[in-house]
């Protein structure tokens, strides 16, 4: 049997080595590799390039969409909350029926490079009510500020209509 396979390889090995008088083919030389390595074409690394940031481009899509449901979630928990609390009277404080802990969508970014990153972005459940409360204190300031202005306007006129009547009758004194 290692005879039948050693032959094998050698009857094998002869057919593989050039023939230099009857080949077409150039002879091979050591500089050039036996087996030429494939070169990508331009045009599939362009297209695959579009596909990446085409497919990069849905999952923040699709993030963007899933944290639009999320907030909604929350949204239709608030209300379900407030019905409870109303038809319980507020007798006694109610714990909301979700709990709310950290949560983040994935992400894809873009670096500076151009290169990619699969990461995550947090949602920010609270947001809404801290920018309702921001503005509700600044409506609130824009308000006292106005009724300090309108204050202020009152007593101005006041003493400038006193001090109109003090130059009337200063007149009319020193006319008499």
Not at 8 to 34: C, D, H, V, W, Y
Not at 80 to 89: E, V
């Amino acid at each position: 049997m290692p005879n039948k396979l050693s032959s094998f390889i050698t009857g094998t090995m002869k057919e593989i080595e050039p023939r230099s008088n009857s080949s077409s083919l150039p002879p091979l030389s050591l500089s050039q590799p036996a087996i030429v390595p494939l070169q990508p074409q331009k045009e599939k690394i362009i297209s695959g390039w579009e596909r990446l940031v085409a497919q990069a481009q849905t999952i923040n899509q699709m993030a963007a969409e899933l944290e639009a449901e999320i907030l909604e979630l929350k949204a239709i928990v608030s209300a379900i909350d407030s019905q409870i609390n109303y038809l319980q009277g507020n007798r006694q404080a109610r714990r909301s029926i979700c709990k709310y802990l950290t949560i983040s969508v994935p992400w894809v970014r873009q670096k500076s490079d151009e290169s990619l990153i699969l990461t995550t972005r947090k949602i920010d459940l609270f947001r809404a009510e801290r920018e309702a409360a921001l503005l509700a204190q600044k409506l609130r300031q824009q308000s006292k500020k106005k009724k300090l202005a309108a204050q202020r306007h009152k007593r101005n006129q006041r003493t400038a209509i006193t001090d109109m009547s003090r130059s009337v009758q200063e007149t009319l004194f020193n006319k008499s």
